[in-house]
């Protein structure tokens, strides 16, 4: 059974930076493309950044584009988000699964890790 820990989050002032790391056990981590996502209180789930299973290609929702970057390392089974210059709005629960989000591909969601920006 596939489980992915998120881990990272906590309460940081606008302009801070927090590092999010998800830890993925239970199938061949190196053969999916993995994302991050979020989910503000009262809002839908929406995609962060994706990056492929090398690594090689990432991509961004266009409300953090030049603010995050992901990135993976294979060996650790874990994939990372570093975000910078936070503001309020990046307020939400975090969460990583694979990317693209499909039925065949996506694991169960864990827990998530709550990031918190105050202005």
């Known amino acids: 059974q596939v489980q992915l820990v998120e881990s990272g989050g906590g309460l940081v002032q606008a302009g801070g930076s927090l590092r999010l790391s998800c830890a993925a056990s239970?199938?061949?981590?190196?053969?999916?493309?993995m994302g991050w996502f979020r989910q503000a209180l009262g809002k839908e789930r929406e995609f962060v950044a994706g990056?492929?299973?090398?690594?090689?290609?990432?991509d961004y929702g266009d409300s953090v584009q030049g603010r995050f970057t992901i990135s993976r390392d294979n060996a650790k089974n874990t994939v990372y988000l570093q975000m910078n210059s936070l503001r309020p709005d990046d307020t939400a629960l975090y969460y990583c699964?694979?990317?693209?989000?499909?039925?065949?591909?996506?694991?169960?969601w864990g827990q998530g890790t709550q990031v918190t920006v105050s202005s």
């Open positions: 239970g199938r061949t981590f190196s053969a999916y493309g």
């Open positions: 699964n694979t990317h693209p989000l499909t039925i065949a591909t996506r694991a169960a």
């Open positions: 990056i492929s299973r090398n690594g090689g290609t990432t």
